[in-house]
């Protein structure tokens, strides 16, 4: 899902794919979650434009209802980090 979304970004001709780095399984008092982190790479062009981290940020908050549902996954709101 997460390829996805970012192959149908902005960085899409760049993008890479993403790496599950971990997996977490926390029980809660309402609903058990699984909690998955994510590294996604994209290739830097010497000539392109600098990484506009704060539009890829509103961009893929946008498409995921401001960080809360990526597909038939619920995403914590504060989840989100996009760095260079």
């Known amino acids: 899902q997460l390829d996805r979304l970012l192959k149908e ?3 899409g ?6 790496e ?3 997996f977490r399984y926390k029980p809660g008092s309402v ?3 699984t909690r998955v982190d ?5 290739s830097k062009e010497p000539s ?5 981290r704060v539009g ?3 961009e893929v908050s946008n498409k995921t209802r401001g960080i809360t549902q ?3 996954y619920s995403l914590h709101k504060d989840s989100l980090y996009v760095n260079g």
């Open 13 to 18: 001709p760049v993008f890479q794919g993403c």
């Open 31 to 33: 609903r058990d979650e």
């Open 38 to 42: 994510a590294v996604c790479t994209y």
């Open 70 to 72: 990526l597909g038939p």
């Open 56 to 58: 890829l940020y509103h």
């Open 9 to 11: 970004s902005s960085i």
């Open 48 to 52: 392109a434009a600098p990484l506009d």
């Open 20 to 22: 599950t780095t971990d």
